[in-house]
C-alpha cells in the first residue's frame, strides 16, 4: 500500500469555488478562470502516489500549485475536491479532531523560513510537536535533545533561534519535524532560504539521515540540481497540473513537453561542473614496474577493456587495450611500451562537462584527467558524464560541487 | 426653496436614554455600586501602604524596568505630590485608572482576540472603535450621568469607554501579525486552537499587546481627570476647582500632579514589554552560557 494516496485533488481559491470545477473538467484554463470567473486555480486534478521510504520531489514555476498541492496534504489547506489517503485513510473525510491526530503522529512539516518560534528556546522549538500531543516536560525536552544531536546542534539548547545562523535555524526545524516521530515529512521549499555551501551541506545531511530513517519526504524544489540529488521521482507542476512524474532519468531524457524541458535545460550542469568534480579514481599502471601479465590482470579484476599507463612520477604515457595486451601474450612477448596507445583525449582538472563530451566523438577510451604536471590525477567514462550531469558526482564531488 | 425636514436624531437619542434610565434603573444601580466599591477597595488598598515605601516600591519598578534616572524622576515626583498636600486625591486618582484600565482589559482583550480570529467580528467591532474613540470626550459624561448620577462611577464608566479602543485594536492587530508560517507550523503539528492562542499567537502579540495597554492607561488617566467635571473625585477635581475658583496656582499644583503621575505610569509600562527580555530567568541564563563558553575553551 503506498503511504500517499492523491487523487483527483483540486483546489479552487474564489467564493464558489465548488462551481470551477466542472469548467476545468471542460478544459478551460487557468488563466481563463481567473479572467472570466475571478477564481484561481490552485491545484487542477492532481493524482500521484508517494510509496513508502521514498523521496517525492515537486518542481515547477512559481505559482505553479506546489505548495498549494503540498498543504493539501495535511489539510493546512482544504482541498476543493479529492481524496488524500495516508495509510489507505482518507483524511478529507476527518473530523478537525483526527485530523490533528493525524498531524501530531503522521506528517511533519519543515517551512521554508524556518517558521521557529522566536520566544523559545532552540530546545523548546523542537520540543513544541511534543508539547503540543502533551507529552511531559522531561520526556520531550530528552526527545529534543536527542533530535538536537541528530541534526549536529549539541550545545545550542538554550539558545533563541534568532541567535542562529539560517542553516542552523533550518536544522532546528528539521529537528522539530523529526520530533514526533511523523513518518511522513512534507518539505515546502525548506533549503531554498539558505546560500549554496549550507545548501548543499544540508542535502546531504537530509539524504544520510533519509538513509537512517526511511521516512516518506515530499520535498519542494526550484532547483533541478536538488531535485536530481534528492528526488527517488520528480513530479513537473505547471498551472496546477502534474505534467510528467518519473525517476532522474526519464525526465532528464523525455521531457513530457516544452515546459519540462525548458526546466531541466535551465540548469545547464554541463556549464558548471568540472572535470575534478565527476571524475573516477585513476585506475592505472606504472611502466617501469609493469608487464603485460600484470596489465590483463589488473583489467581482468576491474573488468575494464583498457588501462591507462603512466610513468613512475604518475606522468601519463598512454593506453593499452585487452586486445593488444592479449595479442602481446599470446605471441609470449611482455614489453608493454610498444602496445601503448598515445593517441588518447585529456582535459586538465578544471575542464567542463560541455567541453568533455565533444571528445568522446574522437576516441573510444575514457577521457584521462591530468594536473598541470600531465599527471593522471583520474578518468573520465561516458557513463561518468550521465552521471555527472544528474547530479552523482564523483569521488571529490564535495569539494566542486 | 424648501429646506430638508431636519431629522430629529438628537431627540430620539434622548427618548431612549430616558426609556433606559426609567426601565434598567436597578441594572444601572448595580453597576454604580459596583464601581464605587471597586474604586473604594482598590483606594484603600493603596492607602495602606505607607508614603515612603509607596516611593521605594515604584523607585524600584522604575530602576527595575528603566534605569537610574526614571527611578530618581519618581522619587522627586512623588514626594513632590506628597508635598504638595495632593497624595490622596493621587492615590484616588490611580485608583480609578486601575478600575477602568482592569475592566477595558477584561472586556477589551477577549474583543481583541475576537476580531482576530473573526473578520466577520472585525467588521463589526471596528466602526464601533472608531465611534468610541473619535466622539469627544466630554459626550460621554452626559449619558453617562444620565444613567449613574454624579460622582466617581459615571466617571470611571466614561472612561472604559474612551480608553478601551486602544487595547482592542492592538491586541487583534498583535495577533494578526504573527507571521502566517508560524502560524502554519503550529497547526502542522496538530494544536488545538488555542493551543494556537495561548501558546504562540498570544505571547508573540505581547509587546503590541503592552503598547495597546500603555495608550489604554494615558487615555485612562487623561478621561478621569476630565470626568471630574460630573464630580468624580481625584486630582481632575483639584484642578476644576482650580478654574471654578480661578485660582491659578491650585489648578497648576493639580496639573503638575497629573503630569507627573502620567510620566511615571507611562515610562513603566512603556518598558515592561521591553523588560521580558531581560528578565531574571533569561539574564541568568545568559551568565550561565558565559560560565559554560569559558569553561570549553
Ligand atoms: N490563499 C490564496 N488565495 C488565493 N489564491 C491563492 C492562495 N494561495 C495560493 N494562491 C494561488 O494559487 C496558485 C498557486 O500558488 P502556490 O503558492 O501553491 O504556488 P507555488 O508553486 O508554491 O509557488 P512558489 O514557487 O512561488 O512558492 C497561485 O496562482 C497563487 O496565486
Ligand atoms: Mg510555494
Known amino acids: 500500500m503506498p503511504k500517499v494516496e492523491v487523487e483527483n485533488v483540486y483546489k479552487i481559491f474564489g467564493p464558489s469555488p465548488k462551481q470551477i470545477i466542472p469548467l476545468l473538467e471542460q478544459g478551460e484554463d487557468k488563466t481563463k478562470i481567473l479572467k472570466k470567473y475571478k477564481h484561481t486555480v490552485g491545484v487542477n486534478r492532481t493524482s500521484f502516489t508517494v510509496e513508502e521510504g521514498e523521496v517525492f520531489v515537486i518542481m515547477g514555476l512559481s505559482g505553479s500549485g506546489k505548495s498549494t498541492l503540498i498543504r493539501c496534504i495535511n489539510r493546512l489547506i482544504e482541498p476543493t475536491s479529492g481524496r488524500i489517503l495516508i495509510d489507505g485513510q482518507d483524511i478529507t473525510a476527518l473530523s478537525s479532531a483526527q485530523l490533528r491526530e493525524i498531524r501530531r503522529k503522521k506528517i511533519a512539516m ?74 511522513i ?118 573488468g575494464i577493456s583498457s588501462l591507462f599507463v603512466t610513468k613512475k612520477s604518475g606522468e601519463l604515457l598512454g593506453i593499452v587495450t585487452i586486445e593488444n595486451v592479449s595479442s602481446m601474450i599470446r605471441q609470449r612477448k611482455e614489453d608493454l611500451e610498444t602496445i601503448i596507445d598515445k593517441n588518447i583525449e585529456t582535459v586538465g582538472l578544471d575542464a567542463s562537462i560541455d567541453e568533455i563530451i565533444p571528445l568522446f566523438l574522437n576516441t573510444k577510451y575514457p577521457v584521462a584527467v591530468l594536473d598541470e604536471d600531465n599527471k593522471l590525477k583520474g578518468i573520465i567514462f561516458k557513463s561518468t558524464i550521465l552521471a555527472g550531469i544528474a547530479g552523482e558526482g564523483g569521488n571529490n564531488d564535495a569539494t566542486h560541487c | 426653496m424648501q429646506p430638508i425636514a431636519r431629522l430629529p436624531l438628537g431627540e430620539y437619542i434622548e427618548i431612549g436614554v430616558k426609556w433606559m434610565t426609567n426601565n434598567l434603573a436597578g441594572f444601572f444601580t448595580g453597576i454604580r455600586e459596583g464601581l464605587a466599591n471597586l474604586v473604594g477597595i482598590l ?27 526614571l527611578a530618581i524622576f519618581s522619587v522627586i515626583g512623588l514626594y513632590l505630590i506628597y508635598n504638595l498636600q495632593l497624595w490622596d486625591k493621587t492615590v484616588l486618582t490611580l485608583s480609578m485608572v486601575t478600575t477602568a484600565t482592569l475592566i477595558a482589559l477584561v472586556v477589551g482583550l ?46 470611571v464608566v466614561a472612561t472604559i469607554i474612551f480608553a478601551m479602543p486602544p487595547i482592542v485594536r492592538l491586541t487583534n492587530l498583535g495577533i494578526r501579525q504573527v507571521p502566517e508560517d508560524v502560524v502554519e507550523a503550529t497547526k502542522s503539528f496538530g494544536a488545538t486552537p488555542s493551543q494556537l492562542l495561548f501558546k504562540v499567537q498570544i505571547p508573540l502579540a505581547i509587546p503590541t499587546i503592552m503598547a495597546g495597554l500603555n495608550q489604554t492607561i494615558m487615555l485612562s488617566l487623561s478621561m478621569v481627570v476630565i470626568s471630574a467635571m460630573i464630580g468624580a473625585d481625584g486630582l481632575g477635581k483639584v484642578v476644576y476647582e482650580g478654574i471654578g475658583q480661578m485660582n491659578v496656582g491650585k489648578g497648576f499644583e493639580g496639573g503638575l500632579a497629573v503630569v507627573i503621575v502620567a510620566m511615571l505610569l507611562d515610562r513603566i509600562t512603556q518598558c515592561i514589554g521591553a523588560v521580558q527580555k531581560k528578565s531574571g530567568k533569561v539574564f541568568i541564563q545568559q551568565l550561565r552560557d558565559k560560565h559554560s563558553q569559558n569553561k570549553s575553551i
Open chain 1, 185 to 302: 515529512l512534507l518539505m515546502d521549499e525548506a533549503f531554498s532560504a539558505l546560500d549554496p555551501l549550507i545548501r548543499k551541506d544540508m542535502q546531504n545531511e537530509l539524504l544520510s539521515l533519509q538513509q537512517k530513517m526511511h521516512k516518506t519526504i515530499i520535498f519542494i524544489t526550484h532547483d533541478l540540481d536538488e531535485a536530481l540529488k534528492l528526488g527517488d521521482r520528480i513530479a513537473i507542476m505547471k498551472d496546477g497540473n502534474i505534467v510528467q512524474i518519473g525517476i532522474a532519468e526519464e525526465i532528464l531524457q523525455n521531457p513530457a513537453d516544452d515546459y519540462v524541458r525548458e526546466f531541466t535545460q535551465d540548469v545547464n550542469r554541463a556549464r558548471i561542473i568540472t572535470a575534478s568534480a565527476i571524475m573516477r579514481d585513476a585506475e592505472s599502471i606504472v611502466l617501469e614496474k609493469s608487464g603485460v601479465l600484470i596489465a590483463a590482470r589488473k583489467m581482468k579484476e576491474l
Open chain 2, 110 to 155: 477577549p474583543s481583541g482576540i475576537l476580531m482576530s480570529k473573526s473578520n466577520t467580528a472585525d467588521k463589526i467591532i471596528r466602526p464601533i472603535l472608531d465611534f468610541m474613540q473619535t466622539m469627544p470626550a466630554f459626550v460621554y459624561l452626559i449619558p453617562a450621568v444620565y444613567f449613574f448620577d454624579l460622582g466617581t462611577p459615571p466617571g
Open chain 2, 43 to 69: 483606594g484603600d488598598l493603596l492607602y495602606l501602604i505607607p508614603v515612603p515605601l509607596f516611593i521605594i516600591i515604584v523607585a524600584a519598578l522604575s530602576w527595575w524596568v528603566s534605569g537610574k534616572n
Open chain 1, 110 to 183: 519543515v517551512f521554508q523560513n524556518f517558521a521557529l518560534l522566536p520566544h523559545k528556546t532552540v530546545l523548546d522549538n523542537v520540543a513544541f510537536g511534543l508539547e503540543i500531543q502533551r507529552t511531559n516536560i522531561e520526556e520531550r525536552r530528552r526527545k529534543a535533545k536527542e533530535m538536537l544531536e541528530i541534526v549536529g546542534l549539541n550545545g545550542y539548547d538554550a539558545a533563541k533561534p534568532s541567535e542562529l545562523s539560517g542553516g542552523m535555524q533550518q536544522r532546528v526545524g528539521l529537528a522539530r519535524a523529526l520530533a514526533t516521530e511523523a513518518d
